[in-house]
Every structure is written in C-alpha cells, then in structure tokens.
C-alpha cells in the first residue's frame, strides 16, 4: 500500500465532490494499492489541518452545515508552502483574468516538489507554459483531464490511449451550457432569452452567464487542448471567439430544414483556434443535444475518434480528478 | 532508449500494418525512448529471422511481391519457442472454432515469460480465463485493445482513462459490416441481399460474410468486454445471438418513421450478455451510420461516456497495437 498524503483546495462543488469520491472509492484504491490521505482541506474562510488524516464524513457535514470546512485560518498557499505532503488538489474556482488563487498554489507546490491534479481552467488557460515549466524543473507530475469536458475524457484519451497517432484536428462542444440553450432554442422555436431564463432557472447557466455563453469558458478548454495535444503556447486571448447570443430562432429552422443543427464548435488545428456558431449535419457526431460535451479527434492512424460526454458536475469532475490521481500513483 | 525485440506473427493486413506503423512512428518511438526491434516476422509459408533486427521495408516488399515474407520454413510457433525476444505480437487470422494458432502461440509466449499484444479476437473469445491465468503466472503483460472495435479505443479507455468508475453496462455497435448493410437498406430501402452484395463488392463484406451478419464477430468482441471489463469469464458460446438476416426494408422503413433506426447491438451488463438488432432512437449517441463503431459505457460516477470510430481497417487496427505497446514499455 502507498500512502499518499495530499491536500484539497477550494472546497466548493468539486473539491467536495473529490472528498465524497474518495469516500466512496475507498475499497477501490485499496485494489489499487493507494491509500489518498487528505491532511488538509481549504476553501475562502479557512482551513482544516490533521496531518493523521482529516474525517472526510465530517468535513463535508461542516461544510454543509456552517459554509466552510475551516477549523482554523490558514490559506491553502500558506499549507502548500508549510505543510508536508505529496499532492495539491487544485480544485479553486477559474480566475480567467489573474490565473487567481489557483496559478499561486500550483506554482508554490511545483515549487517545494509537490504534484498538482486541478479541474481549475483559469491558470492553464493563461500561463500553460510557465506551469508546465515550474513542473518539470521539479520533476512534479501535473495532470488536469478535469479542466476540459468534465466527464468526457479527453487529454488522457489522446495522450495514452491513442498514444502513437498524430492528431490532426480536434472538434467539438466544449461546453454544455450553451448546448443546452441552443437545443432547447431549437425545440421550442424559441429565442436565446428565453431558453437563457430557462437554463438559469434550472441551474445550468450562471446569474452572469456571460463567461459561457459568450464562447469564453470553450475558449479557455479549447486553449488547453491546443498547449497540450498539439504543443502550442497559447493563452485564451488568443483564440478567435463568438458566443451564441446572436443566434435567432429563425436561422435554428432554416438549419433545421436543410439537415442541419447549430453547434456552438471549438476547433483547433495547424494555424486555426476558433470558437464560433457553425453548421453541423443531424447525422454527424458532433449534433449531439442537451448539456453533453463532445470531442472529434482526427489522427493520422487512427482516422477520427469521436468521444462524448457530461461535460459538468461534481461527481463527474472528480472522477476525471480521480482517474488522474491514479494515473499518476498506480504502479 | 530501451531497446525491445519483438516477432510478428502473421502477416497479413494487421501484420503489414504493424511494419508499416513501426517504420512511420520510429522519430516517434525515439522521442518516448524505444526502440522496437522486430528480430522475426511469420506467415501461414515460413518465416524471416534477424537477430539484428529485420528491414521493415524489405519484408514489406517480398511480401507484396512474392506473397510470403518467408525466407526458412520456421513457424511462429517455433520462432517463439527458439528464438530470444521479449513481446510476441500476435496478429494471426482469427479461429473461432478452437483458437488456433493464435492461441498456442500466446500460451507458448507466456510460458516462456514473453508479453503479448494482439488483434486476433479467436482466442481470447474462447479461452480467456486460461490465456490471463497464464500471462499472470509469468507475469507478462498482455494487452489486447485491437480486438474489440479496431480504432475504436475502448479497452484502455475504461481500464485507464475511466479509471476509479465502476461500469454498469457496455452497448454498442461492434462490427461495421453489419452496420453498413443496415445503414444503406435503409439509405436505399433496399433488401438484406442487394445490400450484401454491394458490401461484398466494395470489400467491406467477406465472401462468406456468416461471421459477421450472423453476430458472431459483436459477440466474440463483446464476451472479451466482458470478460475483461466485468471480471467475467464466458466464451463467445454464452453469448445469446441474434444476426441481421431476417431484418427487411420494411421494418427499416416503419422504424425510420417513427424517429428510431435499427441497428445489431452487443450489449452486457449484470446478468444479461446479447447480440441482437434494437431499436435505437435516432438522435441516440448509437445511432452511428455506414462501418462505425460505436460504444456507449455506462459509469457510477461519470455518468454515459459514449465513443465512435473506425472499427477495422489495417493501420487503425495496427494503431491499436501500437499503443498497447507504447502503454507497456514507455516509462
């Protein structure tokens, strides 16, 4: 058995999600020969230390009940920066100006030897090169399948499973909230603002839905596909972005009509990173509907690998967290 | 650089497709530090034998040219029992009545702590619990990603990249004949024959085409799923088969009418393991047209994870042998 002693921070839906997967999992990494113990847990207000182990039942009971695990007042920069451990579950909240909290904890434990695994879009899709960097000259592992798509698997899927092909292309629907509104929009013969209100009531869009319907979050997944498949060194302001908010009911229908859906598609390849509106064949499979992620692949072996997916949740999430972990610790 | 020296055995299209992969992807190979040496490549004729290493090139050509790569008499069998190497690819024709060749030759290359990677669905269809008894036994690695659904990843996908999730169910479609067939009746409203026939013509169809439109190629593809998903330990016997040769236009048509298509589906979940056409609806992440695969992966915490892509082919399926064996060796 390995002991691997890593710390949580950010402690929102899916830093929890990762604290309810490990409880759950437990017989699992037992299998594996993995024993993941968390020793310190962060969110805004505070932190909870025990380098025995923490209660992860009990933490997520607190953090239910009173809105934050913190027991006692240190950041998650100051445990990265002085408590011992192996790994930083980076699983703060996306900072697409400043890289935020999460671009200072992933280089403070590249910098004192730790391995970083995050769902946290913001740094990667600003500073890939500089984390990629600090994680190589300190010999860290890094691993982030969780910052795009979700569930889908992706990164892992190109790098290891189709490990040998080049990959020409990548296409697809990176973000499942805009999905959501243009397949509802299509259905109902509706416009954007009312599928938008539909969509923020149900949950599936923000209060400021401006970060996914204005193409920026398939901008910064899109980003990160583009650094780490195809070795570019880009950050989200590079890419050539359209959102969704212009699309009327009437073009829906006309696609419709002639075969056609409305997909919000980011793609990326030689000298090309757009996120844009385009026409996509019903029959192609990239039409898939609702709030599903879906990624095409071409290769030069292999021909094109379509994969698809729940692009959010926090179950979902973690379980790209997860399956991460286990990558890199699994002998 | 490490350095492995493997035999090819068998060479047909697989085979060729493996040599022509491994000569494509040498900067590759070098770049994750290895270094494939093939010291023995057999046909049904003979065999060449190179302890320094054979010419890809040049065994590709006598192969077009003469039929055979054969320069001695040597079997497979015989190579792997004599010669000193350390992985066996196994790209023999599939036997689904007793394994055949394919099967000695992987319990041979256990027996003499060889790894294993392979193509050939007979003997893993047959006696899978036999073949893993005995790659554990020497503790060979034994990989097998090209049986099931060619350039489809799927295998690997759900062992490594869906790693931490427990599967529910697998569904999909596994034999692109099939699907072709069934794809253009309904394109053409055309009968099971005339469409036969059209396949056949175009190569995509055996001459005896029983293999595949009686279901036995899903189920053979289906029962190592399970097996080595599931911990399952069938043959393709167990599997409850029904094929495509009953299915008429007008079946195609009335489904067509009502928003499903038809399409032979292997399924395995608790309980329950079958080929069999269905009814998928037609905006189904399954409802994949012309010779695609295509499977859906039911997880406990990533929710639906569906995957499409070319499922036969020589250099697809020569793609999936090639990660096998990067997966194995790289470091």
């Not at 933490?59 to 192996?86: C, M, N, P, Q, W």
């Not at 030897?113 to 960097?133: C, F, H, I, Q, R």
């Not at 844009?276 to 095409?296: C, F, Q, Y």
Request: aromatic content about 4%; charged content about 20%.
């Amino acid at each position: 058995m390995k002991t691997i002693r890593a710390s949580i921070s950010g402690f929102g839906a899916v830093g929890q999600g990762v604290a309810e997967v490990l409880l759950k999992k437990q017989d699992y990494l037992k299998n594996v020969g993995l024993d993941i113990k968390i020793i310190a847990i962060s969110d805004s207000k505070g932190s909870e230390i025990n380098t025995d182990g923490i209660d992860l039942s009990s933490a997520l009971a607190r953090k239910r009940e009173k809105g934050t695990v913190a027991l006692e007042d240190k950041s998650s920069l100051e445990i990265i920066e002085s408590v011992d451990h192996d790994l930083v579950i980076e699983t703060t909240s996306t900072d697409i100006n400043t890289g935020g909290i999460g671009l200072k904890n992933m280089l403070s434990a590249f910098n004192s030897g730790k391995d970083v695994v995050t769902s946290n879009k913001g740094p990667l899709a600003l500073k890939y090169n500089e984390l990629m960097e600090a994680s190589r000259n300190s010999g860290s592992n890094f691993r982030f399948e969780a910052t795009v798509g979700g569930a889908m698997p992706i990164i892992n899927l190109i790098k290891d499973v189709l490990a040998g092909n080049d990959v020409i292309s990548v296409e697809g629907i990176l973000n499942g909230t805009c999905n959501y509104i243009l397949t509802r929009m299509m259905e109902e013969n509706a416009p954007y603002e009312q599928m938008l209100a539909e969509s923020q009531e149900l949950g599936i869009a923000e209060t400021d839905p401006s970060y996914d319907v204005d193409g920026i979050d398939s901008a910064c997944k899109l980003v990160i596909l583009a650094n780490s498949v195809f070795g570019m060194c880009l950050s989200y302001k590079d890419v050539d972005v359209t959102g969704i908010t212009k699309i009327t009911p009437e073009s829906l229908l006309l696609a419709q009509n002639n075969g056609y859906v409305i997909k919000l598609i980011g793609e990326v390849k030689d000298n090309l990173i757009r996120v844009a509106p385009r026409l996509v064949p019903e029959d192609s499979p990239l039409a898939v509907g609702g709030t599903l992620n879906v990624a095409s692949i071409q290769t030069d072996l292999s021909g094109t690998v379509t994969v698809t997916g729940r692009g959010a949740g926090s179950i979902e999430t973690a379980s790209a967290v997860l399956s991460d972990i286990v990558s890199i610790y699994r002998d």
